[in-house]
T-cell receptor, first 113, second 111 residues
Framework: EAGVTQFPSHSVIEKGQTVTLRCDPI?????LYWYRRVMGKEIKFLLH????????ESGMPNNRFLAERTGGTYSTLKVQPAELEDSGVYFC???????????FGSGTRLTVV | QKEVEQNSGPLSVPEGAIASLNCTYS??????FFWYRQYSGKSPELIMF????GDKEDGRFTAQLNKASQYVSLLIRDSQPSDSATYLC???????????FGAGTRLAVHP
């Protein structure tokens, strides 16, 4: 069984640019989550999809962040325009049922300079 | 007060000893509790989950939950150098769909 795949693994962009992160969950997992870890802080929840619907986006920091999940399959997280404080590791995770432990992807390390 | 608190460590134990990792949480409504292991530069890996008060054992790992004290712990028996990692405690919030993570405890198992 393929795991959760994230692309790219690293991204370095300039302040003001746009970056799009992609996540492919485990096949059959309706629940997809985005989390991020900024330097020195805990991993923080961003949002939760159930299939293509946003179940909870309470963790999204501001309207510069836009997440989509087309057709309930892969998801993208776009940051536009990127700011310095957006630097960190963005993790995607998926689960079959809500309440299950997640399987995390390997993360995308975003550096905004 | 943080929502999920862990001692940052490092917790240093000799090979073969029992490592005890602790976590407290603030939300009395939390129902699900998870322990993740994270090696440096890698993604978190689920190793244990517990929903009910008491102990849950899986191989060398035992999770312990005390909801009255808002306390969850992870015991690792016969610790191995390969167990050296950061252990993250995570607690469900808002109806199961999201997890609140602690900052993690670094465990170092020395030969």
């Amino acid at each position: 069984e393929a795991g959760v795949t994230q692309f790219p693994s690293h991204s370095v962009i300039e302040k003001g640019q746009t970056v799009t992160l992609r996540c492919d969950p485990i096949s059959g997992h309706d629940n997809l989550y985005w989390y991020r870890r900024v330097m020195g802080k805990e991993i923080k929840f961003l949002l939760h999809f159930v299939k293509e619907s946003k179940q909870d986006e309470s963790g999204m920091p501001n309207n510069r962040f836009l997440a989509e999940r087309t057709g309930g399959t892969y998801s993208t997280l776009k940051v536009q325009p990127a700011e310095l404080e957006d630097s960190g590791v963005y993790f995607c995770a998926s689960s079959e049922q809500v309440g299950d432990g997640y399987t995390f992807g390997s993360g995308t390390r975003l550096t905004v300079v | 007060q943080k929502e999920v608190e862990q001692n940052s460590g490092p917790l240093s134990v000799p090979e073969g000893a029992i490592a005890s990792l602790n976590c407290t949480y603030s939300d009395r409504g939390s129902q699900s509790f998870f322990w993740y292991r994270q090696y440096s530069g890698k993604s978190p890996e689920l190793i244990m989950f517990i929903y009910s008060n008491g102990d849950k054992e899986d191989g060398r790992f035992t999770a312990q939950l005390n909801k009255a004290s808002q306390y969850v712990s992870l015991l690792i028996r016969d610790s191995q150098p390969s167990d050296s990692a950061t252990y993250l405690c995570a607690v469900s919030s808002g109806g199961y769909n999201k997890l609140i993570f602690g900052a993690g405890t670094r465990l170092a198992v020395h030969p």
